[in-house]
T-cell receptor
C-alpha cells in the first residue's frame, strides 16, 4: 500500500462547479499535512496547510480526518485557472520528510 | 516569499556523460536542501536530504555514487548525475528549507539523456 494515495483523475469539471478530492495516508503518526498545486512541467507550489480544525482560504477548504486517515480539498466556484494537478503531502515529526501523493489532475472546462 | 533557483532549466546530454544541476536559495540561508526526482505522471520522489557542510542522506534505492550531492554553503547545493543513462531522464527538483516543514521549491531541471 502506498503511503499517500490519491485518485489520479482526471476530474473534468465545468467552470463554476464545486469539486472535492480526498487523499488517504497510511502512517497514523503523520503530523503535518499539505496540499500543493503543480502546473504542467512546473515545480509544485504550496496551496495550503491542513490543520486539525480544518481551514479555509477563499474558495479553498481543507479538512483533516485523523480517525479515517484522510485529508480533503474542496474547491468552490472553480475557475479555468484552477486546472492543475493537486498533490497531497504528509509529514511526520520524526524526520521532517515530505511524503507525496501522485496527484489528482483537475481540468476545468468552460 | 523565499526564492529558489535552479540551473540549468533544461539539459540534453549523451549517455555516459555527467551533468551538474545547481540549486540556489536567493534570499535566505537554507540549512537543508532536498533533491527530488519526478517521472512523468508520477509523484515527486525524494532522492536525498543534505545539510550544509555534511554528507547527504540518500533514500533507499538511490545510488550515492551516481547522484553526487554537494552542499558546500547555506545558499548552494549541487546534484551531479554521473555517467547518465536514458533511464535517468527525469524532472529533477530541489527544495530549500530554513525550517523543517517549509520547503521552497526550485523551478526544476528537465534532464534528457540520449
Amino acid at each position: 500500500r502506498k503511503e499517500v494515495e490519491q485518485d489520479p483523475g482526471p476530474f473534468n469539471v465545468p467552470e463554476g462547479a464545486t469539486v472535492a478530492f480526498n487523499c488517504t495516508y497510511s502512517n497514523s503518526a503523520s503530523q503535518s499535512f499539505f496540499w500543493y498545486r503543480q502546473d504542467c512541467r512546473k515545480e509544485p507550489k504550496l496551496l495550503m496547510s491542513v490543520y486539525s480544525s480544518g481551514n479555509e482560504d477563499g474558495r479553498f477548504t481543507a479538512q483533516l480526518n485523523r480517525a479515517s486517515q484522510y485529508i480533503s480539498l474542496l474547491i468552490r466556484d472553480s475557475k479555468l485557472s484552477d486546472s492543475a494537478t493537486y498533490l497531497c503531502v504528509v509529514s511526520s515529526d520524526s524526520n521532517y520528510q515530505l511524503i507525496w501523493g501522485a496527484g489528482t489532475k483537475l481540468i476545468i472546462k468552460p | 516569499g523565499a526564492v529558489v533557483s535552479q540551473h540549468p532549466s533544461r539539459v540534453i546530454c549523451k549517455s555516459g556523460t555527467s551533468v551538474k544541476i545547481e540549486c540556489r536559495s536567493l534570499d535566505f540561508q537554507a540549512t537543508t536542501m532536498f533533491w527530488y526526482r519526478q517521472f512523468p505522471k508520477q509523484s515527486l520522489m525524494l532522492m536525498a536530504t543534505s545539510n550544509e557542510g555534511s554528507k547527504a542522506t540518500y533514500e533507499q534505492g538511490v545510488e550515492k555514487d551516481k547522484f553526487l550531492i554537494n552542499h558546500a554553503s547555506l545558499t548552494l547545493s549541487t546534484l551531479t548525475v554521473t555517467s547518465a543513462h536514458p533511464e535517468d531522464s527525469s524532472f529533477y527538483i530541489c527544495s530549500a528549507s530554513d525550517r523543517a516543514y517549509e520547503q521552497y521549491f526550485g523551478p526544476g531541471t528537465r534532464l534528457t539523456v540520449t
